[in-house]
């Protein structure tokens, strides 16, 4: 099974400052790596698959890179809504799809 | 982007059981495969079960294997997820997600509080 690590657990930063979370899997999981926000009381929504494509209607201060074991997610300038829980996610082939524990954004 | 509706949470005792129903609209649900997550208070999503769009492959998390039952109705745009056996852990906000390729969570209904609790 394949584990999600990300780091750091949380990152105080200010609006305007750029931000960049990190996601580590325990063995290659090539690009399938997915990225969301979840803001509080909301579910999560989807910012990043395959590890560096954004959804729909995602900024592009978003921005996603990595393969292999390591990836990135990068918000260039910070908005003040971009302050959240970030999630790093995986699914196996044939398995069940797996979260990193998440990074928390703070002002 | 469609619409899912969740409902059917509430507070049971534990070793009891419920059934969760999601209303899917504004897309194909037919041709979508389906999933449930939970999120249990102040931690992480938690995938707990898979559907294709047949009904013919179906998993589970470990964590609800044997215990709960995730089934569809394509004629009524519908989801569910039948709850059996309930634990104190089991608490959970419930999610209803349609699944994007297999690999990722495309967008997710607004869940549904499920307590377990003597």
């Known amino acids: 099974e394949i584990v999600l690590t990300q780091s750091p657990a949380t990152l105080p930063l200010s609006p305007g400052e750029r931000a960049t979370l990190s996601c580590r899997a325990s063995?290659?999981?090539?690009?399938?790596i997915g990225w969301y926000q979840q803001k509080s009381g909301q579910p999560p929504r989807l910012l990043i698959f395959d590890a560096f494509n954004r959804a729909n209607g995602i900024p592009a201060r978003f921005s996603g890179s990595g393969s292999g074991t390591d990836f990135t997610l990068t918000i260039s300038s910070l908005e003040p809504e971009d302050f959240a829980v970030y999630y790093c996610q995986h699914r196996s082939a044939g398995s069940g799809y797996t979260f990193g524990p998440g990074t928390k954004l703070e002002i | 982007e469609g619409q899912l509706v969740e409902s059917g949470g509430g507070l049971v005792q534990p070793g009891g059981s419920l059934r969760l129903s999601c209303a899917a609209s504004g897309f194909t649900f037919s041709a979508s495969s389906m999933i449930w997550v939970r999120q249990a208070p102040g931690k992480g999503p938690e995938w707990i079960s898979y559907i294709d769009k047949r009904s013919s492959v179906i998993y589970y998390a470990d964590s609800v294997k044997g215990r709960f039952t995730i089934s569809r109705d394509n004629a009524k745009n519908s989801l569910s997820l039948h709850m059996n056996s309930l634990r104190d852990e089991d608490t959970a906000v419930y999610y209803c997600?349609?699944?994007?390729?297999?690999?990722?969570?495309?967008?997710w209904g607004q869940g549904t509080l499920v307590v377990v609790s003597s």
């Open positions: 997600v349609k699944d994007m390729w297999e690999r990722f969570f495309d967008f």
């Open positions: 063995q290659s999981v090539g690009g399938y």
